[in-house]
């Protein structure tokens, strides 16, 4: 991991969104991570700071039965953290056998 902090799975994606929303996400942003997924296995990846505030989160999903994972968004406010949060996208990726990760990239939105 490419961070000094601890990984967060299992949040909440809404509770998340509220948190991104307080700490300045636009709307558009925050509409990816209250789009009801639940049929899609929503997981979110989430790193806080020693205080406990969020500063970088990942939400992915996948499709019952197959072996591919999402990254449905990125978000951060430290880049390190988000390296450490895409390692532990990847990283669970891989105990669960999954065969691809991949990139959902919103329209109009450039490739991270």
Do not use: F, Q
């Amino acid at each position: 991991m490419r961070t000094a902090y601890p990984i967060e799975t299992g949040a909440s994606p809404l509770r998340v969104a509220d948190e991104m929303e307080a700490l300045g996400a636009p709307p558009a942003r925050l509409e990816r991570w209250r789009l009801p997924r639940i049929g899609y296995h929503p997981v979110v990846h989430a790193v806080r700071d020693s205080g406990g505030a969020l500063i970088a989160a990942a939400l992915t999903s996948g499709r019952p039965a197959t072996s591919a994972r999402k990254i449905v968004d990125l978000w951060w406010t430290e880049e390190s953290a988000a390296a450490g949060v895409l390692d532990a996208v990847v990283d669970d990726a891989r105990r669960n056998g999954t065969v691809a990760v991949k990139w959902e990239i919103a329209g109009g939105a450039s490739a991270p």
